[in-house]
T-cell receptor
Framework: DGGITQSPKYLFRKEGQNVTLSCEQN?????MYWYRQDPGQGLRLIYY???????QKGDIAEGYSVSREKKESFPLTVTSAQKNPTAFYLC????????????FGPGTRLTVL | QQQVKQSPQSLIVQKGGISIINCAYE??????FPWYQQFPGKGPALLIA?????SEKKEGRFTISFNKSAKQFSLHIMDSQPGDSATYFC?????????????FGIGTKLQVIP
């Protein structure tokens, strides 16, 4: 998990509520990513950001939003528009763009009640 | 649409045996193939990675075999140990617009029994 902090570890949400998942890193990495993990589906990319104040949609961005106001922080908001938000959410960072590993945080498990 | 196909989804191996996980891809733009290991409740961590200009890479008990013409690659875990019990993800990536886009397989849950 290294220098990546995700909070909270567990999060419960009622239907219709927006929730924000925190991701903070002290690795000084430029790129940050959000993935969603569901059983039997691997990791799917939600959003990614290469630099501050810039981010791009991944494969499953609908119902999610992000911001990148600081290099260290990349929060993810799960909105009420996300139809099936119960999942394990992983934040990752990467230094540079060339064949470097992605470092993952410990994850946040979101459950919609 | 699964760009990286991984099999099997689950695997049970006896201690000391060889664990083999296979992956296949279609997109010839992929130029980096990492394997990640994930323990329950934790984030994945890089285990070993290979570039397509080599056919094999070994690190300790872990070996990647890569067949560029067949667009297949596999992870071999020699002398498997109970501590290797985890979920393993293969991945493939390429560069687009200064960004490394990574596609993951669905994962293989490995259980090594004593």
């Amino acid at each position: 998990d290294g220098g990546i902090t995700q909070s909270p570890k567990y999060l419960f949400r009622k239907e219709g509520q927006n929730v924000t998942l925190s991701c903070e890193q002290n690795l000084n990495h430029d790129a940050m990513y959000w993935y969603r993990q569901d059983p039997g589906q691997g990791l799917r990319l939600i959003y990614y950001s290469q630099i501050v104040n810039d981010f791009q949609k991944g494969d499953i961005a609908e119902g999610y939003s992000v911001s990148r106001e600081k290099k260290e922080s990349f929060p993810l908001t799960v909105t009420s528009a996300q139809k099936n938000p119960t999942a394990f959410y992983l934040c990752a960072t990467q230094q540079g763009t060339s064949y470097n590993e992605q470092f993952f945080g410990p994850g946040t498990r979101l459950t919609v009640l | 649409q699964q760009q990286v196909k991984q099999s099997p989804q689950s695997l049970i191996v006896q201690k000391g045996g060889i664990s083999i996980i296979n992956c296949a891809y279609e997109n010839t733009a992929f130029d980096y193939f990492p394997w990640y290991q994930q323990f329950p409740g934790k984030g994945p961590a890089l285990l070993i990675a290979i570039r397509p200009d080599v056919s094999e890479k070994k690190e300790g008990r872990f070996t990647i075999s890569f067949n560029k013409s067949a667009k297949q690659f596999s992870l071999h875990i020699m002398d498997s140990q109970p501590g290797d019990s985890a979920t393993y993800f293969c991945a493939a990536s390429y560069h687009s617009g200064g960004y490394q886009k990574v596609t993951f397989g669905i994962g293989t849950k490995l259980q090594v029994i004593p």
